[in-house]
């Protein structure tokens, strides 16, 4: 079993920042995507970062040059960096991996952790 379990979220005004982590944790062999989502109140959860294991990234268009998304494969964990927040990036967000297991490979994702961008 493999567990995803986010953290960092919170409240902040517009144009703050915060850190969000996501650690990964049990039988891991190896962690290939690894993504974050975010899900705003009556939205479609939507994707917001993409990093493989070898750091290759992708952002949707609303988050680029704002939010940067990075891994360290060695601790099983994922970053995501939000800078220059705004009120319309409240949402919560999720973490997403492709994991391998000892039953093979599945998809898996955290309880998600809530941003709030309020003055």
């Known amino acids: 079993q493999v567990q995803l379990v986010e953290s960092g979220g919170g409240l902040v005004q517009p144009g703050e920042s915060l850190r969000l982590s996501c650690a990964a944790s049990?039988?891991?062999?190896?962690?290939?995507?690894m993504a974050w989502y975010r899900q705003a109140p009556g939205k479609q959860r939507e994707l917001v970062a993409g990093?493989?294991?070898?750091?290759?990234?992708n952002y949707a268009d609303s988050v680029k040059g704002r939010f940067t998304i990075s891994r360290d494969n060695a601790k099983n964990t994922m970053y995501l960096q939000l800078n220059s927040l705004k009120p319309e990036d409240t949402a919560v967000y999720y973490c997403?991996?492709?994991?391998?297991?000892?039953?093979?490979?599945?998809?898996?994702w955290g309880q998600g952790t809530q941003v709030t961008v309020s003055s």
């Open positions: 997403n991996a492709d994991v391998l297991g000892p039953n093979g490979k599945w998809d898996y």
């Open positions: 049990g039988s891991i062999a190896r962690i290939y995507i």
């Open positions: 990093i493989t294991s070898g750091g290759s990234t």
